[in-house]
Nanobody, 118 residues
Framework: QVQLVESGGGLVQAGGSLRLSCAAS????????MDWFRQAPGKEREFVAG????????HYADAVKGRFTISREYAKNTVSLQMNNLKPEDTAVYYC???????????WGQGTQVTVSS
């Protein structure tokens, strides 16, 4: 069974940057689309960004377009989320997930906390 492990979260001031990584076990990583979600305290989990298996197609939530970039490295079995110009409203626990079909996920990471101070 695949395991996903996020890293890279932390505390940063508004306007700063962080790079999150999601390391996946398993040899079929390249065959799956991968998404990032986040959940802020008291709010529902929301989609942040996604990258298709071919890496040629990416999707972003409107709230992060132009500031976040999702990418994947097949050789390292990782998906990354580069987050620039962070805002306090980006504060949340960030999760990566593996999609078996659009909107259906069979694996989630444990999450990594991102806190943006004003």
């Amino acid at each position: 069974q695949v395991q996903l492990v996020e890293s890279g979260g932390g505390l940063v001031q508004a306007g700063g940057s962080l790079r999150l990584s999601c390391a996946a076990s398993g040899r079929t990583f390249s065959a799956y689309s991968m998404d990032w979600f986040r959940q802020a305290p008291g709010k529902e989990r929301e989609f942040v960004a996604g990258i298709r298996w071919s890496a040629s197609i990416t999707h972003y939530a409107d709230a992060v377009k132009g500031r976040f970039t999702i990418s994947r490295e097949y050789a390292k079995n990782t998906v990354s989320l580069q987050m620039n110009n962070l805002k306090p409203e980006d504060t949340a626990v960030y999760y990566c997930a593996r999609a078996i079909t659009v909107g259906n996920y069979d694996a989630w990471g444990q999450g990594t906390q991102v806190t943006v101070s004003s």
